[in-house]
């Protein structure tokens, strides 16, 4: 029998909104600059591990602030990118609106403050339709230690006042598959071509798409 559950936390960028390839093409161009080349399948392989480029830099002994250069350039080509590009997932806002009539929603993202604010910006009074959905939204500035740690969600848990059998983790990379279960919660992956290749074999249902969840958990 299917378990049921009364909230569903979902991670952000790439299973609500296709950011995901954005965000490598100004990491890459970054680190590039820095003379650090950047291939899709070490990105991806960095994101698994919760690590980042960066990291590399500096164990090969190149200066700080040159990395943080990197950084900033990175943040800023990141931005414009968000600016001039279509980031929306069809079909998105219409499941919410379902999921919403029969469950208290979340967003545990790792994305930073301006960025997310910049993604939903309502530009001609017209936004994603997504944030109205959701009771509670915690970024990066609102925990410690990201994911893979489980701190994100035990601090979702915790503001939303429930406890980790109530809640299902909807994420699309490993580092948040092992984020979700650390915290004791049980996590649906969503299939994205930029973590196609990770180990999800820990998730408690694996599906092609959002809407594969609305089939699981609206009939």
Known sequence: MQKTYSHILFDHDGV???????????TASAAEALGMPLSHQDYLALMARG?????????????????????????RDYQRLLRTNDVTIQGV?????AFAQRFTLAIVTTAKDQDFALIHDDQDGHGLGIVEHMSLILTRSDYVN???????????????GVSPDQALVIEDSERGLRAAIAAGLDCATIYHPFT???DFSAATYRLKSLAALGALLLN
Request: charged share 25%; proline share 10%; net charge negative.
């Open 196 to 198: 196609e290749g990770q």
């Open 16 to 26: 609500l909104v296709n950011t995901e390839p954005l965000y490598f093409a100004a």
């Open 51 to 75: 690590a980042n480029v960066w990291e590399r830099g500096r164990v090969q002994g190149i200066p700080e602030q040159h990395i943080q250069d990197a950084i900033a350039r990175r943040d």
């Open 93 to 97: 806002p219409t499941l919410l609106k």
């Open 146 to 160: 990201s994911k893979p740690d489980p701190e994100p969600y035990l601090l979702a848990l915790a503001r939303l």
